[in-house]
């Protein structure tokens, strides 16, 4: 067996590493910019072979995982605001949080529908355990 330790689980989801080798990058472009072309992803990993795209469309599913995201970061961004700044509902606070965490969801969209990928594809791939040629 290989004897070689895994790099972490956490780090190589962050660095949106391959699932399998958590060595190759899963996307093209290192950061989000440019944004059209931030969701272009190499065919195979470029250190293993690990197909990126199971199958066709596998991608689609990542609309729940990016929901799911979304929600989690709206409800966090509400609830420091809630905790930092304080609600009331004698003015508009309870409006300006709902903004600034709808703002911040908005402008992190981006980097989640990347993450959400990368999260969609750890659920299929385990370390070592990828899936190489059809
Ligand atoms: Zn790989």
Redesign the pocket.
Known sequence: MNSEKAPALFPSILKM????????NMYTNKSIFPLGSMLHMPE???????IMELEPGFYYGTGYVSYGLTVALLATVFVAYWVLMGLSYLDNSIFIALSVAVGICLALQPWIMRISRVLYLYMFVRYGK?HKEK
């Open positions: 590493k391959c699932p399998n080798c958590r060595k190759g195979k990993c470029p250190e293993c072979g690990q990828g």
